[in-house]
C-alpha cells in the first residue's frame, strides 16, 4: 500500500461481503486447526448500535482479552477515523458547554463451543 493511501485510509469502508461457500470454507478450515477450540462469539445488536452511535465511531475494533476468570474474551470498542480505538469523544452540551467523556468499552460475549 502506498503511503498516500495510508494516509487517505477510509476506515469506516474497512470490510467486505463474501459468498456463504467461501464463509463456511473458512470456519470448517478453523473447525479442522481447532477441533477444541472456541467456535466463536456472538454479541447482540444494541451493543453495537450503542458504540456505533459514539461521536466520531466510523467502525468497530476487536481485541483478544483474559477476563477476570482467566477465558479468553473480545473487548471491543468504537474506531475513530484514524483506525484508532476509540477512547474518549468530545460532545457539545445543549448549554454550548463542550465536555470529553469515556467512550464505551464492552465485552460480555456469548462465547459458543463446538
Not at 12 to 25: K, P, S, W
Not at 49 to 70: D, S, T
Amino acid at each position: 500500500m502506498l503511503q498516500k493511501e495510508l494516509l487517505t485510509k477510509d476506515y469506516a469502508a474497512v470490510g467486505g461481503q463474501i459468498t456463504h461457500e467461501q464463509a463456511n470454507d473458512f470456519v470448517e478450515s478453523y473447525k479442522e486447526a481447532n477441533p477444541t477450540g472456541i467456535a466463536g462469539y456472538a454479541l447482540g445488536r444494541n451493543i453495537i448500535e450503542k458504540i456505533l452511535a459514539q461521536p466520531g465511531c466510523v467502525g468497530m475494533r476487536f481485541h483478544y482479552g483474559l477476563n477476570e476468570l482467566g477465558q479468553k474474551t473480545l473487548v471491543y470498542y468504537g474506531m475513530d477515523a484514524d483506525g484508532k480505538d476509540l477512547i474518549t469523544h468530545t460532545m457539545v452540551m445543549e448549554n454550548g458547554v463542550i465536555k470529553n467523556e469515556a467512550a464505551i468499552a464492552a465485552d460480555l460475549i456469548w462465547v459458543f463451543w463446538r
